[in-house]
């Protein structure tokens, strides 16, 4: 039978019975108008049309073949079972509250030798789908769909499952719903089952759910059930991924630095289900690897591989047997190529280690430092006249701060990441309590240090102590170093991190703590190195006056983390931290007036600097909940006034412009970054910087990541970087290229003017 006649058939409306002698032997296989929802399903009906013929079943065999794919549709239960399938609608809990959702499964158990498909069902075959009759205001989401199996037949792929599958639903009951008023549920469920040949079945499945204040318990099988189908869903986001097309294959490469869940390493396979029909050839063998720190699979081009979204669900096999699914939507486009900045590409161990210990140096000369160069300065100056093993015993002890801090953020770090959370270095800043309570910590050392307040020894020792508390002074000193750096990036910091996010916990901590220690290394060089030591200047009055003096670089620093909070919150989360500044202050002064008065007044000063304290505590953390679109339009704001105007950062809109073929350059930055505002003020936010990207036709598009931002966070991952800034121009018809991480005003003109010609006066 030719093709031609292959598509009569299909649009006639009527069903036929196709005999494949050769594939099929003597089976039936029905092709049927209503059975052609998709291209996949007619190209399978098709290849077996060529090679078959066409039976018309007529007479008694027709009503009987009629009767068998009609019955499933004549019952209505809460189960139904046809000839290979039993199908089932089970909730979660049998009684819901008004405003809230329950979830539903369809389950299919699935007859031994037989399987239904998945949302992309691969070669041939229908995805099941669920019609829904509910009363109004009730919801259904979409089906939540488990990952599948790779099924072949013959020289075919389907995905689909096998053996039980569990579709979770959700479904959503308005607030205004009555209490104790059922609520009927009715799914028509259809569904294609196939094993050499393939039958549509479907079947009405009824539920009636009870209403009440609270929610229902939940019954331990019923429990057990939907923990199975929970299991088997995506765990998380691949973050980074690429498809890269070229020599008449597709590659797909995911950086290992930005997805930590993923299990590659000692995999036994690893396989990836392409969500959209035509991207990949779905039976061909994806061969795979782990090279450059990146997982490289190579796949086969399908009949719409340039067209097709590149999404799907990437499925690892561990040496235990199981399997581990995550949701993958991939970038289109080549590796970035890094422009004066090394990225974490083809690091080794030893070398990672190396770049983390010149990264640690150089945070010493990064702005972000500066606040805590007052402590650190105070506590160098401090111990004199003590013999070299109590000042080594100093220096040992700030390291120890700065180490336990880097390795308590690495671990949090690596387990927040481990679980799948979309975070990066410095992520503790895009929580606003986090930054309201540090503007508070700011603000009592910079009381302290001006002499306004006296928060006793061990407190005083961060200012620069002596024997005693003085080594509790020099450890807290370092830890809060490591917390006012940990933000920062500098030069070789972030291939050294992103390298480290690729490895195991032993292996990545060491990494960490070893940025950690060039961080301390510098005062740990003086405290240790005699001669270095008594080059210091000999304690004196003028001591006190520095220590006054160096109070504003604390109040600097808590009027910043203030600004940061604002742009984080708006005015009402601003309105919040000052309020819990100035309650903290006033209870602090409260106490010190009251030191040398009665037991009652030293009594009624320190519950008062209790309640400022817990007060402002209280204030702090009521900023996390609070959210505002300022983020732009401040920075906006300020860029109006240099004369250069970014847009805001969105996918699309970066692909739009480059399908225009115009050069983009995209920041990615955050307000609590202090590298990132000063590379903006000093490279990119002037107006000689303006003029010449109004010359050459650059469109600039920023991304603020001071709150988070998935997709910002996804765009970072694709150039294997964990935090900003990033920097990262797009000449047209060329890759991008990556920025270094501290610009000049030469660098953005050299790569402006270099990759683009400028665009005629008119």
């Not at 499925?315 to 974490?344: I, K």
């Not at 935090?723 to 990556?738: I, Q, S």
Request: hydrophobic fraction near 45%; glycine fraction near 12%.
């Amino acid at each position: 039978m030719d093709p031609a006649s292959g598509e009569e058939l299909a649009s006639s409306g009527k069903s036929y019975f196709l005999l494949h002698p050769r594939r099929f032997g003597k089976r039936l296989f029905e092709v049927s108008a209503d059975g052609l929802h998709n291209r996949r399903m007619a190209m399978l009906q098709d290849s077996i049309i060529r090679t078959g013929r066409a039976v018309r079943p007529t007479g008694l065999r027709a009503g009987l073949l009629w009767a068998l794919l009609l019955l499933p549709l004549l019952a209505a239960a809460s189960e139904v079972t046809t000839e290979h399938v039993t199908a089932r609608l089970v909730a979660e809990r049998d009684r819901i509250a008004p405003g809230t959702s329950v979830d539903l499964a369809l389950v299919l158990d699935i007859q031994p030798g037989w399987h239904t498909y998945w949302r992309n069902p691969g070669d041939s075959g229908e995805s099941p789908r669920i019609d829904w009759t509910l009363p109004d205001g009730v919801t259904a989401s979409e089906i939540r769909w488990p990952h599948p199996e790779l099924i072949r037949v013959g020289p075919l792929a389907n995905y689909g499952y096998s053996g039980r599958a569990l579709h979770l639903v959700s479904l959503a009951v308005p607030p205004d719903w009555p209490a104790g008023t059922p609520v009927p549920i009715r799914a028509e469920a259809h569904w294609l089952v196939c094993e050499e040949h393939c039958i549509p079945e479907s079947g009405i499945l009824d539920l009636t759910l009870e209403t009440a204040g609270t929610p229902g318990p939940m019954d331990p099988e019923v429990a057990d059930l939907f923990d199975v189908a929970r299991s088997s869903l995506p765990e998380g986001e691949v973050l980074g991924a690429r498809v890269v097309e070229g020599d008449g294959g597709l590659g797909l490469s995911v950086p290992l630095a930005e997805n930590p869940q993923l299990p590659v390493r000692g995999a036994v396979s690893v396989w990836f289900f392409a969500g959209s029909w035509g991207l990949i050839e779905h039976a061909a063998d994806q061969p795979w690897r782990i090279g450059g720190n990146r997982l490289e699979m190579d796949l086969t081009p399908g009949a719409m591989a340039a067209t097709a979204d590149p999404e799907g669900v990437l499925v690892v096999a561990g040496p235990d047997g199981g399997s581990r699914a995550f949701s993958l939507v991939a970038e289109r486009g080549s590796p970035p190529v890094s422009t004066g900045s090394t990225g974490g590409e083809g690091l080794s161990l030893p070398v990672a280690l190396v770049f983390a210990l010149l990264g640690g140096l150089i945070l010493n000369l990064m702005p972000c430092v500066f606040p805590v160069l007052a402590i650190k300065a105070l506590s160098l100056t401090s111990g004199q006249d003590e013999g070299a093993g109590r000042r080594a015993l100093h220096g040992l002890a700030y390291t120890g701060g700065v180490l336990l801090f880097f390795g308590l953020l690495g671990a949090l770090l690596l387990a927040l990441r481990a679980g799948g959370a979309a975070v990066g270095w410095g992520f503790q800043l895009q929580s606003p309590s986090f930054v309201a309570l540090m503007a508070d910590l700011f603000l009592v050392i910079g009381l302290s240090l001006a002499g306004v307040v006296t928060l006793g020894a061990r407190l005083m020792a961060l200012g620069g102590g002596r024997t005693g508390s003085g080594l509790a002074g020099a450890f807290g000193t370092g830890a809060l170093a490591a917390l006012v750096a940990a933000p920062c990036t500098a030069p070789f910091m972030g291939a050294a991190l992103g390298y480290a996010l690729t490895l195991d916990w032993s292996e990545a901590m060491t990494v960490i703590l070893v940025l950690g220690l060039g961080l301390a290394l510098p005062f740990l060089v003086l405290t240790l190195v005699p001669a270095l030591a008594r080059r210091l200047p000999r304690p004196g009055p003028w001591m006190e006056i520095l220590k006054q003096g160096l109070a504003f670089p604390m109040f600097a620093a808590a009027a910043w983390l203030l600004w940061v909070l604002s742009v984080q919150t708006g005015p009402q989360g601003l309105a919040l931290g000052l309020t819990a500044m100035l309650l903290l202050a006033f209870g602090l002064w409260v106490r010190e007036r009251t030191l040398l008065g009665s037991s009652r007044l030293r009594r009624g000063g320190a519950a008062t600097a209790l309640v400022g304290l817990v007060a402002a505590l209280w204030l702090g953390v009521s900023t996390e909940g609070l959210e505002t679109s300022a983020v732009r339009s401040g920075a906006d704001a300020d860029e109006g006034r240099m004369s250069l105007i970014a847009e805001p950062y969105s996918a699309g809109r970066l692909a739009e412009i480059r399908a225009e073929g115009r050069p983009v350059l995209v920041n990615m930055t955050a307000a609590w970054c202090i590298t990132c505002l000063v590379n903006e003020r000093v490279a990119l936010v002037t107006a000689a910087t303006a003029e010449l990207f109004d010359a050459h036709g650059v469109v600039y598009l920023k991304g603020d990541w001071t709150n988070r931002d998935p997709s910002i966070t996804r765009y970072l991952a694709g150039f294997g970087r964990t935090g900003v800034p990033l920097y990262v121009y797009y000449a047209p018809g060329r890759e991008p290229r990556v920025l270094p991480q501290i610009l000049t005003p030469g660098i953005v003109r050299d790569v402006v003017a270099g990759s683009a010609e400028p665009i005629p006066s008119h």
